[in-house]
């Protein structure tokens, strides 16, 4: 088993370098054709910081690890909303901006429920199994291109800057860069997913438990330095959009694409990781609003990150 962990920390980290040269090698590509810093920014750069998600759980999908495909999602959504936006408060309290409290956290709120109604399919009838299918990731990415056209179009009308990296690299190390990002991202999406499911079998707990907690948190850890590092640097609007944004990127986009390659069987038992998610966001508007209003105060973080620290010692001793 020590073999397996071993192999499972390289994964993560081919997979965190692997998004990061394919953000640099694609963001150099595109300023090669004269690209708006914009368009980069709401594209490459997102898909980047999440990219690592969408690989575990492609991989997780075609080996029909299904436990792992909703595990990696919700349980990310999770670590993303509790600990990384608990431990950037405890850095230096985060004013939210107000367009984010009203419109991009219930956004987010949407995003869990989308995906609990559309699961349990034996609500609507009682011989349908629950699965996430055809028709509804279909759905599911209707919703996440609303949500890019909204995002678009607020950056557009507020003329809000992307900080992007300035270079502009040769065309040989541009594609050097992209071909060893996606080289990365593939190996260590493979390594991670076959030796998170070894490390399961050793310790004798499901694959819905690995990928809530193991999994989940080794794909979160690019959006965990990007979240302290801003808070640290006082850029609140970048800490608290990377939490929000990663979390609506996950459910609308991750999750379908994962469902298009092979439809998603779901256990119910993750109606509580659900319900989980929803409380803990709704949670997050309270403490917005309560206090200093639209500041996350670092008490308030540190009942987060303890809320994420419960929950999940809740999961390993339960067992679920």
């Keep these: 088993m020590i073999i397996s962990i071993l192999l499972l920390l ?27 810093e914009l368009i980069i920014g709401l594209t490459i750069v997102a898909f980047g910081t999440s990219a690592t998600e969408l690989v575990v759980s492609i991989v997780a999908s075609l080996k029909g690890l299904n436990d792992i495909t909703f595990g990696n999602i919700i349980g990310s959504n999770i670590f993303n909303l509790l600990f990384i936006l608990g431990i950037s408060a405890l850095f230096l309290p985060i004013k939210v901006q107000h367009s984010t409290i009203v419109k991009e956290v219930p956004y987010s709120v949407i995003a869990a429920l989308v995906l609990f109604i559309l699961a349990n399919d034996h609500l609507y009838s009682e011989n349908r199994p629950n699965r996430i ?18 995002i678009f179009r607020n950056m557009k009308n507020d003329n809000q800057e992307i900080i992007i990296d300035p270079k502009a690299y040769s065309l040989w190390k541009t594609l050097l860069l992209i071909i060893l990002g996606l080289t990365g991202l593939v190996i260590g999406g493979r ?3 076959n030796n998170a499911v070894d490390i399961a079998k050793h310790l004798n707990i499901s694959e819905r438990i690995i990928g809530l907690t193991i999994v ?57 990781d ?39 010692l809740s999961l390993i001793l339960g067992g679920r």
């Design 10 to 36: 390289i994964g993560f980290g081919l997979l965190i370098k692997g998004a990061d040269f394919l953000v640099l090698g694609s963001s150099s590509l595109a300023r090669r054709f004269n690209i708006p």
């Design 191 to 193: 390594m991670s997913v």
């Design 133 to 150: 299918g055809t028709v509804d990731a279909l759905i599911m990415l209707s919703f996440f291109l609303f949500f890019l056209f909204y």
């Design 274 to 312: 659900i319900t989980v998610l929803i409380a803990g966001t709704v949670i997050l508007l309270f403490f917005t609003y309560s206090g200093k209003k639209a500041v996350i105060e670092r008490w308030e973080g540190l009942l987060l990150a303890l809320g994420f620290i419960g929950y999940t």
């Design 216 to 272: 989940a948190i080794g794909t979160s850890l690019p959006e965990l330095a990007t979240s302290a590092v801003a808070a640290y640097r006082k850029n609140s609007d970048i800490a608290v959009g990377n939490v929000v944004g990663s979390n609506i990127f996950n459910i609308f986009f991750v999750l379908p694409v994962s469902a298009l390659i092979h439809p998603l069987p779901y256990q119910l038992t993750f109606n509580t």
